[in-house]
């Protein structure tokens, strides 16, 4: 069976601080796509980052960065220097089916607190 | 890029009441379009897909329906609400190649 699994809850840090929000998955799938989606207060989840299953290299954009370990099924997602404005639900989800599509299991989410 | 409506935004509606919730998509053709819930503390759930118009496919049975009458519109409802069917339901769709998922903003749905 698919799964994806956020082990915390939630999290709070001061400014500043670095942050790690965890995610594991579980699938039979040897193609498969993972995502993280930032959950604002007002709701809408935005995209962050799509990865394919073949892809493992990590990836940084701006103060964002996602380590991806196929050997520990492992998607993990580091923000640096966090600010308030980072405050928020992050999902992370995986596809079903080997492919990218928009048929996600989504894990039940890390909602982040950052404090000035 | 493709950009997502959903109204309304907020909705209250007594048990045993009806439902319709709307969903359009522009900027892009023949997407997928998806309808999501996300209940209270927990993540979100696929309910329904259609690949084209009148093509739906449900992912788990429930008192809920969707329709598809149009390329870009796609329609959530239910003939009379449970109080389970309360939840954040989120539109979604994918086009053109691009299999990143983009919601919509969402309808708070509370049935009292």
């Known amino acids: 069976a698919q799964k994806v699994t956020q082990a915390q809850t939630e999290i709070s840090v001061v400014e500043k601080e670095d942050v790690t929000l965890d995610c594991v998955y579980e699938?039979?799938?040897?193609?498969?796509?993972l995502f993280w989606y930032k959950q604002p207060p007002s709701g809408e989840l935005v995209f962050l980052i799509r990865?394919?299953?073949?892809?493992?290299q990590n990836e940084i954009s701006g103060r964002y960065s996602w380590n991806f370990q196929k050997s520990t099924s492992s998607f993990n997602f580091t923000i640096t220097a966090s600010q308030v404005v980072d405050s928020a639900v992050y999902f992370c989800a995986l596809s079903r089916g080997g492919g990218s599509q928009g048929n996600l299991i989504f894990g039940k989410g890390t909602k982040l607190s950052v404090k000035p | 890029s493709q950009t997502i409506h959903q109204w309304p935004a907020t909705l209250v509606q007594p048990v045993g009441s009806p439902l319709s919730l709307e969903c359009t998509v522009e900027g892009t053709s023949n997407p997928n379009l998806y309808w999501y819930r996300q209940a209270a503390g927990r993540g979100l759930q696929l309910l329904f897909y259609s690949v084209g118009i009148g093509q739906i496919s449900s992912e788990v049975p429930q008192n809920l329906s969707a329709s598809r009458p149009q390329d870009r519109q796609f329609i959530l409802s239910s003939k009379k609400l449970l109080l389970s069917d309360s939840g954040f339901y989120l539109c979604?769709?994918?086009?053109?190649?691009?299999?990143?998922?983009?919601f919509g903003s969402g309808t708070q749905l509370s049935v009292l």
């Open positions: 990865r394919n299953s073949f892809d493992e």
């Open positions: 699938t039979r799938d040897t193609t498969y796509y």
């Open positions: 979604a769709s994918t086009a053109g190649g691009d299999e990143k998922l983009f």
